[in-house]
């Protein structure tokens, strides 16, 4: 049976229409970074305080220094093991009153200024930041701090929704039609989010964006290892996610260049508005439409190989036969790990982050080296040795880290630094992996199944993090290991794809583990008999 990967060896792996439409979704993954991890800059949460009226007045008057004026009218530290008062809680004092000195101005009112009564914060904050962000503008702090949660958690529903529905309606309608929808979508709820005048608005164009955003980029993931040649398929795929590295460098840029969120979110959605121009591939469900653009002619497929890619994807056929249910469940399972590790060891690692800008450009750094170590193994020793490692390493670097004191911290850094290589390399060989292991017409819909789980590791990574850091500082980075490793063990179970093409069917997906037997290549002749009359 003629394969695409067949026509693609005899008229070009890797042409320039390729390397051109590479080079468009590339941008694409790279556009897709703000959304994913955009909350760390559009929902940073800078040292705040309590607003008291006549304080300023009385701070001025007494030419008190901002430490001075902290000192004198701001609550100290809790309790160990809460938060500080000065967060959430103020003195029940008039400061406007004349009666207040400039030294020590609360020791007329007791005599030590822990006894004197707490309140509120009635009338606000006062934020020690330069620029704005989602919590400065709508107060997302001490009681509304949930309303951050709520706003990082909407996204990743809109991607777990987003993913199956939109992952279903690709394999049914065609790749194209809905890589423009989402862009298109995306694009449009990314300003409006950008001009939303409450918290509510901001909260439903977030998950707008949600909903779209991460389907799209995981169509692009597939059209890129659909449309080049088998030599090439892994190479772009892992190209496609160094886009994305580089997206985390351009956005930690125009972060610090854009302190305010506004002008922040309306600069990063701008360039979706680009992608809009995209070309047919040939083993989209859209290459049988009589568009001129597109690669191939449907002729070129043998009459089996079409009804092949008219059958209609199902959810059951993700879990209906052996191989493919175990495939199922251990990619699923391998997708809510990297996430919650990816997500998790970044969230980690920035509770102790001095500088917002460099912890995160230096941490985006680390992803590069990642993916060199892929290209380097993957041909030589395969997908699944290198990406089962990479999870191992993972979870012993978050256990060594547990063990290592705070003195020298450069130490514990380098540790954690990498096990977060080790993640990176895990997401990007599970993105490999799970296209290559279920057959065309169900590939869109297996990988936005199985990557849904991502998303609801992403919907329970905050809490995880900062609940358990409340118990034990370390106690995260316990549970990110014994993930990490069972990860690990589970990887050894699918079987190797390197070499192999992709499975066009549910029967060359359930033997991927039995060396595939030489296509027959039989050449029909048509002969034509003489009629000689009978003697």
């Known amino acids: 049976m003629l394969t695409v990967d067949d026509i693609l060896e005899h008229t070009g792996e890797f042409n320039f229409f390729q390397k051109q439409t590479f080079f468009l979704l590339a941008l694409l993954s790279a556009a897709f970074t703000p959304i994913y991890v955009g909350i760390v800059f559009l929902g940073f949460i800078p040292d705040h305080r309590c607003r008291s009226p006549g304080v300023a007045e009385l ?12 000192n004198y009218t701001v609550p100290g530290p809790g ?63 001490c009681a509304n701090s949930w309303l951050l949660d709520l706003f990082q958690s909407a996204v990743n529903v809109g991607f777990f929704i987003g993913s199956v529905g939109i992952g279903y309606i690709a394999d049914r ?135 092949g ?20 469940l251990i990619l699923m399972y391998n997708w809510f790990t990297s996430s919650v590790l990816y997500q998790g060891l970044v969230m980690h690692m920035g509770l102790a982050g001095s500088n917002l800008y460099l912890d995160f450009f230096y941490s985006a750094l680390v992803e590069f080296p990642a993916a060199l170590l892929i290209l380097l193994t993957i041909d030589r020793l395969g997908r699944r040795h290198p990406w089962a490692a990479s999870n191992v390493v993972a979870g012993a670097a978050c256990l060594a880290s547990v063990f290592i004191p705070e003195d020298p ?24 992996v799970n296209a290559e292991l279920y057959p065309t017409f169900i590939r869109n819909l297996g990988v936005l199944v199985c990557s849904s789980m991502c998303d609801i590791g992403g919907i329970i990574t905050p809490f995880l993090v900062y609940r358990l850091t409340d118990i034990w500082h370390e106690l995260p980075l316990v549970v990110f290991a014994v993930v990490g490793l069972i990860a690990g063990g589970l990887v050894l179970l699918l079987p190797e794809t390197k070499g192999k093409t992709l499975p066009e069917t549910i029967e060359e997906a359930e033997t991927m583990r039995r060396p595939r037997k030489n296509k027959e290549k039989i050449i029909y002749l048509q002969v034509k008999k003489l009629d000689i009359p009978p003697n």
């Open 59 to 70: 701070s001025q008057r007494c030419g008190w220094s901002l430490a001075e004026e902290l």
């Open 79 to 141: 309790p160990a093991g809460q938060a500080f008062p000065r967060q959430c809680r103020r003195y029940e004092v008039d400061w406007n009153q004349s009666t207040l000195g400039c030294e020590d101005p609360l020791a007329g009112l007791a005599a030590n200024s822990s006894h004197l009564p707490l309140g509120p914060c009635r009338y606000g904050w006062v934020y020690d930041t330069p620029g704005s962000s989602i919590v400065t503008e709508f107060d997302l702090v």
């Open 173 to 307: 309608f065609g790749r194209k039609l809905c890589l423009l929808l989402t862009i298109l979508i995306n694009a449009v709820s990314g300003v409006l989010m950008a001009i939303s005048p409450t918290y509510t608005w901001m909260l439903v164009f977030r998950l707008i964006q949600g909903l779209v955003s991460k389907a799209g980029w995981i169509i692009g993931y597939i059209l890129i290892t659909e449309f080049v040649g088998l030599s090439y398929r892994r190479t772009v795929g892992i190209f496609y996610q160094v886009a994305f590295t580089f997206g985390l460098l351009v956005l930690a840029g125009v972060a610090y260049a854009l302190p305010h969120w506004r002008w922040l979110q309306f600069t990063v959605t701008l360039p979706n508005f680009c992608f809009l121009f995209y070309y047919c591939d040939p083993r989209t469900a859209s290459s049988n439409t009589q568009s001129r653009s597109c690669c191939f002619s449907s002729q070129s497929l043998r009459p089996d190989e079409e009804v």
């Open 309 to 328: 890619e008219k059958l209609k994807p199902s959810f059951l056929d993700l879990v209906r036969t052996p191989q493919i249910r175990k495939h199922t």
């Open 409 to 432: 911290h450069w130490l514990r850094i380098t540790v954690l630094c990498l096990g977060r290589m080790g993640i990176t390399m895990a997401y990007e060989m599970v993105c490999l």
